[in-house]
């Protein structure tokens, strides 16, 4: 059986509070999983400097959308107002937003190839 390609991802996370922050990254491989908040993998660090990097090592080739918040009260989720939008920041894969909610999986997937790859995600 021949073992897929994979590759490295690093993900820089800009526009970051000035309070000390938990960066939660998460990366989806369909829309399925990305509607159901069901990542592929996730991975958690301190904001180190704008940028912070977090890296997705032997990710295998293919198309993925990438989501970041920073966690600026340390509780361990995005918060939200009344009305659903986000209090902390949050960004996705190729800079987009929604209206009304988060961009649709195409709209921030990327592809990765079977090499490394570096992608940036601005917080809003």
């Known amino acids: 059986m021949a073992r897929a390609h994979a590759a490295d991802v690093r993900v820089g996370i800009e526009n970051l509070p000035t309070v000390p922050s938990r960066i939660f990254v998460a990366v989806y491989d369909s829309a399925e ?3 159901s908040n069901t990542p ?3 991975e958690i660090t301190g904001a180190q400097g704008d940028p912070t990097v977090v890296s997705f090592r032997d990710l295998p080739a293919g ?6 918040f920073a966690d600026e009260n ?4 995005l918060d939200t107002n ?8 949050y960004g996705f894969s190729n800079n987009v937003m929604g209206l009304f ?5 195409n709209a921030a997937s990327v592809q990765v190839p079977d090499q490394p790859k570096s992608i940036s995600i ?3």
């Not at 198309?63 to 970041?68: C, D, E, L």
């Not at 009344?82 to 920041?89: A, D, N, W």
């Not at 909610?101 to 999986?105: E, L, T, Y």
């Open 33 to 35: 999983t990305m509607k």
């Open 40 to 42: 592929l993998r996730t």
């Open 63 to 68: 198309t993925y959308a990438f989501v970041a």
């Open 74 to 77: 340390s509780n361990g989720k």
């Open 82 to 89: 009344l009305v659903g939008m986000p209090t902390e920041r």
């Open 101 to 105: 909610g988060p961009p649709d999986f």
């Open 122 to 124: 601005k917080l809003r």
